[in-house]
């Protein structure tokens, strides 16, 4: 699914009266089937863009694009038809803690069934190979009948990927996916959710703050600060010095190795910085 933004600004649904927009004359445009990271230093804007890209928040000006629809001049039932052909997966999963994982991840199907089949499930789950299959991904297949409130927080994290997995969505946008997961867990959740979209031909549009395995891992990286988008570029443009401007006050938020290799001369030595989660 094609993405397009032209000149759009929007404010967070929390904002206070004389707040500023959290996203200002943004326009960008992602092709159907591209992979894309955005980064950026804490609250810049990253989630708020997902969230008007999901349909989940209106632009206060400018226009959105999914696919050759503009989404805010359907009726409400093609609004709802639309947005059951993407994916929206929040930083922390909104997952029932008595709920078992089974019923979980198959909430991805949710758009596609009707309303009973939707409740049936809830009590008799169908489709549990699809879960398995999609907790697979991910090393928690031994989980399917465990409930949400006996995992750790990494593990819930998962979940909450996996359900994209089970979904059928052509346009997936997740916002900091690897927050609760270690190293080796971060680079087996990335390469599930970039496998599953190439499978698919869906469009990844992920925000991170692990900006090395942003560059290892997405071929397209947009840098944005202050609600604004900063930089445009194939992964292997990104400087040193991109990342330094964009980062600024901010250069904790930076991990060492996602600028070791290319470190500007005179920039000052970047701290390495540990994720023990």
């Not at 200002?24 to 955005?38: N, P, Y």
């Not at 805010?72 to 803690?97: D, E, H, N, S, Y």
Request: hydrophobic share 45%.
């Amino acid at each position: 699914m094609q993405v397009l933004l032209a000149d759009v600004s929007a404010r967070h649904p929390a904002a206070k009266g004389n707040a500023p927009d959290a996203l200002r004359h943004v326009s960008l445009k992602v092709q159907s089937g591209e992979q894309v990271a955005i980064i950026g230093p804490s609250g810049a804007g990253k989630t708020t863009l997902l969230q008007l890209t999901a349909c989940a928040l209106k632009p206060t000006t400018g226009s959105l694009q999914l696919g050759d629809v503009d989404p805010w001049g359907l009726p409400i039932r093609g609004l709802q038809k639309l947005r059951a052909t993407l994916f929206l997966a929040p930083q922390v999963p909104p997952l029932p803690p008595r709920q078992r994982v089974v019923t979980a991840v198959l909430a991805g199907l949710l758009p596609q069934m009707g309303i009973w089949a939707s409740l049936r499930s809830l009590f008799y789950p169908k489709h549990i190979e699809t879960a398995d299959a999609a907790l697979a991904r991910f090393d928690l297949d031994d989980k399917l009948f465990e409930r949400v409130d006996r995992l750790s927080g990494g593990e819930r994290q998962r979940v909450g990927l996996a359900r994209i997995l089970a979904s059928s969505a052509q346009l997936l946008l997740v916002d900091e996916p690897l927050s609760a997961l270690d190293p080796a867990r971060s680079e087996q959740a990335i390469k599930a959710l970039t496998d599953i979209a190439a499978e698919r031909g869906a469009t990844l549009v992920a925000t991170l703050h692990h900006v090395d395995m942003a560059l290892r891992s997405f071929p397209r990286i947009i840098g944005m600060r202050d609600g604004q988008l900063v930089f445009d570029l194939p992964a292997a443009q990104v400087s040193t010095q991109h990342l330094h401007d964009l980062y600024a006050q901010h250069l904790h938020e930076l991990d060492g190795p996602a600028v070791a290799a290319d470190q500007a001369p005179d920039a000052p030595p970047l701290p390495a910085v540990m994720h023990c989660r």
